[in-house]
Every structure is written in C-alpha cells, then in structure tokens.
RNA sequence: GCACAGGUGGCCGAGCGGUUAAUGGCAGCAGACUGUAAAUCUGCCACUCAUUCGAGUUACGGAGGUUCGAAUCCUCCCCUGUGCA
C-alpha cells in the first residue's frame, strides 16, 4: 500500500484533538482558539470541573468562553455525587461521537491523567466500585495496618500485589475489593476497551518549569481574592463535607473556614499543592504516547499558530 | 551594658564526645498510577571521581584550644531573640 493509500484510508476517520499539560499551561486557552479557528467544540477533561457550583477553584473557563465556544463535561455533576473515571468515559465518547457526527471537531482538554486514559484507552471490563466493600476494607486497614492488605492481595492477585506499593493504601483497597467482587483476579480482568473511530492527534503543553510555577501562584492569588473561601462556604453549607470539596484549593479554603489556618497561609498551601499537582501531571503525560509537545504556553501567539496548523495539517 | 536562650545542610528542625554526610519534615528533581486521581504512593537529594563494590574532599556562625577522636567540652569573637538595665 502507499503512503497516498494509507493516509486515505487514515483520513477516512473523523480527528480529534487531545491537548494536554499541567494545569496553568494556558490549555483553556489555546482549546478555545482551535475551536475557534477549526470549528470545533470542545470535551474538558477534568475530573473537579465537572462539578457545578466550584468554578473559582478549577479556573474553569468563563461564561463567555462557553458561549463562544461549546464546552462539554463540565457542570455535569452536583459536588455531593461520586463521579468516576468509568463515568467519564461513556459520558465523552458520547460527545466525542456527538461532535464528529455535527461535522465539527472534538477537542478533549484535559489535565486529568486517568480520565484523558479511561476516555482513550478504556477501563478494564470487571466490576465497578462497591461501596460496602470498600468501607470495610478501608476500616480493616486503618486498624492493621496497609500491610495486612498488601498480604491479602497477595493472595489473591499476586500479580497486582507485586504491581503495587505495600504502602499505596487507596490502590490496595480498589484491587482487593476488585478481586473479591469480580470473584477473580484483577490482572485478569485486564482487557481494555479503546476508543475507536477517530485519529487522535495529541498535543502536550510543557512551558517552562519555573514560568509555569509563576504562574501558579498567581493564579492561586487570584483565586483567592475572587472569593474562593466564600464559594467554599456556600457549597459546604449546601452539601457539607462532600469529597469533591476535599480537591486543590477547596481544602485548604475549608481550613480557613474551620479556623486552622489564616488566608495567608492557605494560599501558601494551595500554592504549594498547585506546583506539586502540576509536577504530577508532567509525569503522567510523559508516558502518553504520541504528544506533539510545545514548550510554551498556551496562550503565546507562536505556539497557537504552530497547533492551528498542525490541526489543518491532519485534517 | 548585664542576664538568659540560641546560631546545624535551600528552609524548618533533631542530635549534645566515637556505629555521622549528620534522625525527621518541607521544598526540589525523577518515577508509578486500570471507576476516590486536584487522590494515593515510590526513589534520589553536600561535592568530585567510579558502570558496581567503593574512594576522596568539604561540612554543624568564626578563630583558636582540650581530646586518640568534637556539631557535641573550653576560651575569645561575631550575629539573632527574650528579659533586666
């Protein structure tokens, strides 16, 4: 076959844009001129923006923006409800599908690594997450210790126990109860279920490291100033000490709102946990495969115009 | 000026004669990650050389001293905090 042939037939399925990078990257806003520029609509993927009512504290793109440019996946849950990666999957490749049937292009912009995976590559197919035992689990481990779990699971998938850090408790207790739930081992549960039906073309923003963290901190600063700690208030008033309010910023709001930190240093805080949230995510993209990584931010006038054409470019 | 308390690796902070390049924590860097993921966990982290075992150099405010041996004891000096003047 020729190269003409294969990029026909390659071409033959809808694009979709993944952009990608650590939060503070400027992704809202190199999506928002892509979209823009290519027609396209927009998929985020962000496992805090999908919840209404916290918008201070996961910088999600203004109104405005999402009357330019239509925003899928966000505000699509109430902060009391438990919303999962398995969740989002089904929820984008609808829109995924959604978008591409419209004849516009999909843009998922994401800075949550496991959702960006469930969405591409899918979740194992076995059991999803079972409150009763997990409580359980969780309960037995404070009491002895993440070891005893380690050693269960040991037993039960020694497979996973060697993928899996003795001290790692969350992960021991999801394995565990995937075990005893799907009444066989995780590592053999292990088909996955990728996307298909579209040409992913990726890109990753990676701008410098101590711009970035700048930047963060601004950002954090002006979180702050907008009203973060009130936001905070009304939403623990409304729906109390939900897990999503436990997320980067939200937590250290709580702990002004409790007494057990002033302003000042709950912005330090959140500073910090925005750097090191920041460093995580790098980490995690690295491992993506095919990033067309730009080493600047999103919003710079050079690496706008080098992604537009990279997205004409595949179209 | 006097009296206490103190000055430890980027920061905080243990150690108070010898298993010590110096417990911890933070920051930093690197990594992992299968429905809690903005979560959780791991490794490295004075400098130089060595692929490994390792070797060497410089380090606990400064200068001397005591000692086989000092971050740890003594003397003087320089800073910082508190109290009294």
Redesign the pocket.
Known sequence: MSMADEDSVAKALPLAVVLLGP?GSGKTALSLALAEHSNGEIISC????VYRGMNL???KPSAEDRTRVPHHLIDVADPDE??????YSRRARAALGEIAAAGKLPIVTG?????L??LTE?????P??HEDL?VRL?KSAIRRGSGWLHRILGRLDPASAA???A?????L???VE?CLAGRKP?SE??T?DPLTGFRLLRIGLNPP?AEL?DRLNERCGEMFAAGLVDETRGLLARYGPV??L????Y?QARSVLDGSATEQEALAATQ??????A??????F??EPDVHWFETFGDDPEGVRFATELVHANR
């Open positions: 939060t962000d496992s805090v923006a504290g996961t910088a438990a919303f999962t990666a398995g969740e800075g949550t690594g496991l959702y995976r469930a899918g979740l194992f197919v076995g999803a997450r997990r969780r993928r899996i850090h001290n790692d408790t969350p992960k207790v999801r394995a995937v995780m549960m292990l996955r490291r963290y897990k999503s436990d997320s980067l910023g937590r910090q946990g925005h750097r090191n949230y460093k995580r995510q790098l980490t995690w690295r491992r």
